[in-house]
């Protein structure tokens, strides 16, 4: 790795560690995790997922909103390296999905993810002293092998997500956990909900009316989540955001 | 093994609703108790959306015993405590031992106390924005619910919140499975159908609901033809 890089991703950290303020937004960070995995570890595509608490796993942030990319986010919470890794607690590999092997391994996790032009995936775990509560996905275009190096910094940004993820409380009692991680799954539903109303709004698609509420609560440095409850909630009028299209 | 869990109490309510008398909020609180190792549970549902969203009409309260109607009137009248903060942060408010609470809450920690009530377990009713009640949980003697008793509440709050619905928009059907998953297409839609009728979310997410009632179709369908356009709906009422 030449210096370049690690500069790169030393100021990656010390952004994270900078987003770990009062008005901390989780989705943002984790939205802000999968784009700098995508930067750092090489790979095309980049989703985190988190535990339902229901005995399931939902999708909460990725590198990009394509809908088939949702839709193989929404596949992999079932099968596939990512539910095998909050499974077992360990990263999970598989350098080129289109063998039998691995089309055996994960009936349909495989095919879903050959159709979205992915040929390579990995999961690592998010994981809080005993306990997995999501897993951090990558997934590559070209059949392609992770290294040790590679898999570690993965890790680390996956170790940084789950401190991100509870550092604004005092993790001194297990309720603030669940708290949390369903407070998260509530504020995904509402950014689904302010997507909505800007692709009505604007004649967009999802994925495009999520990039335009993305952008505009990072220009006006507010938390994404503050941002979609206000235009679910009529605060914010999507004209701030978007211009009338039918 | 979540589907295991979802199918035995999926079960258990089915009989409920068709053994006992009264509503499914009423059943789904008393599978809380006896499920969940809780004394009572209640739940509060905001009982009519105004068309222009802002007024909430407080509404019934439907509690296993006296002390959780007391307890559901108690936070209303003080204005504080877990179901007010689970309003207020859109998720869960677990408070395993109601003593340590006393800074936190003053006036609901002491009041809740003399009631008996040792722990609270509140988690709101609500579709993203739409706030539509809170189902609320206690037991006489402190302590934590465990992660698997968690995932019960989590699932049975879930079905409360398709319940609430049903009861706002005057409908009454069994679909409650599209609570339990988690389909974004509802959600997308509710904010389309939105802008499209000039309504608040709670009224476009009943307005949803009501479609698929009327056309007797699942709402995850109705969400997924809002969100491929093939579907619209025009301010008189009827989507064309």
Redesign the interface.
Known sequence: MSITQDQRLARTFVTLADTLVADFDVLDFLCLLTERSVEHLAVDAAGVILSDQRGGWRPAASSTERPDLVALFAVQAEQGPCSECVATGAPVTSADLSTPHELSRWPLFAPAALDAGFRAAAAVPLRLREQTIGALTLLNHEPTELDAGTLTIAQALADIATIGFLHHRAVTRDELLHEQLETTMQQRAIIEQAKGVLAEYGNLDMDRAFARLRDYARAQRRPLSAVARELAEDILHPSAIAARKT | ???D??NRLRALLARHDQEGPGSRLRHICALCVKELEVTGAGTTVLSRVDDD?TQHHRGLVHASNAVSTQLEDLQLVVGEGPCVQAFA????????DLAATYLRWPAFASAAAELGVAAVFSF?L????ARLGSLDLYRDRPG?LT?AR??DA??LA?WATAAVIEQVDGHNTSDISWM?D?H?EI??????????LGV??EVALLRLRGHAFTAGVPITQVAKQV?TRTLRFVPDNEPT
């Open positions: 093994m979540g589907n869990r979802r969203g942060t859109g998720g869960p408010i677990l408070v395993p709101p609500q579709v993203g924005v934590p992660p968690l995932a989590l699932i879930d339990a988690p974004v959600h997308q839609a509710v904010g389309m159908v939105k802008i499209q608040t979310t969100v």
